[in-house]
């Protein structure tokens, strides 16, 4: 069984702080991939990054950093210098070799930045 | 241009009308699925299909019904619905989903309320 735990259920932050979302996961495959997905107020589901359990490295793109830890089995997404438009519903999300079938998501974390 | 097309966006219904939520991908995946969004528990599978007339039950799969006669559509049927089905429905399509390289693409939502 695979299982995505996002902890923080709402975070509101003041415009041009950070912020750092928080994904814990558990698989018992050694190849897995790890998601992150942005869902805005219009309800679509934005795709962000895709990352294999392969690959430690850290990755940054613009404003957004993640932090992939396996040994805390942690998938964490930092936004930095946070923006308005950035208010939305976060999803981590794991898909394993051994559950093909299915992309397990988190609970998601709401977050809201004020002006 | 690449995508999933879901149909209708939004639809309001009563309690026990047979109702169909089409879903269509352009991409020659062979992989789709259904997931419904509630509050407080992210995205939950419903069912899947791993090729054309191959389908399966997810986590959540009572009171729905799927086909897949052929490799694009994949509609989603409720035949007899019930107010605890109201939710927002998500569609997606992933060409070989236990590998993750090829991520997954989603339909942009039916919000479905039943009264």
């Known amino acids: 069984a695979q299982k995505v735990t996002q902890a923080q259920t709402e975070i509101s932050v003041v415009e041009k702080e950070d912020v750092t979302l928080d994904c814990v996961y558990e698989?018992?495959?050694?190849?897995?991939?790890l998601f992150w997905y942005k869902q805005p107020p219009s309800g679509e589901l934005v795709f962000l990054i895709r990352r294999n359990s392969f690959d430690e490295q850290n990755e940054i793109s613009g404003r957004y950093s993640w932090n992939f830890q396996k040994s805390t089995s942690s998938f964490n997404f930092t936004i930095t210098a946070s923006q308005v438009v950035d208010s939305a519903v976060y999803f981590c999300?794991?898909?394993?070799?051994?559950?093909?079938?299915?992309?397990?998501f988190g609970s998601g974390t709401q977050l809201t930045v004020l002006p | 241009e690449a995508q999933v097309t879901q149909n209708p966006r939004y639809l309001i219904t009563v309690t026990g009308k047979k109702l169909t939520v089409t879903c269509s991908q352009n991409m020659n995946h062979e992989y789709m699925s259904w997931y419904r969004q509630d509050p407080g528990l992210g995205l939950r599978q419903i069912y899947y299909?791993?090729?054309?007339?191959?389908?399966d039950k997810g986590d959540v799969p009572e009171g729905y019904k799927v086909s897949r006669k052929e490799k694009r559509n994949f509609p989603l049927i409720l035949e007899s619905p019930s107010p605890n089905q109201t939710s927002l429905y998500f569609c997606?399509?992933?060409?070989?989903?236990?590998?993750?390289?090829?991520?997954?693409?989603f339909g942009s939502g039916t919000r479905l309320t039943v009264v």
């Open positions: 299909s791993m090729n054309v007339e191959v389908t």
């Open positions: 999300a794991l898909i394993s070799s051994g559950s093909a079938r299915q992309l397990t």
């Open positions: 997606a399509s992933s060409f070989q989903p236990g590998t993750g390289n090829y991520g997954y693409t």
């Open positions: 698989t018992r495959d050694t190849t897995y991939y």
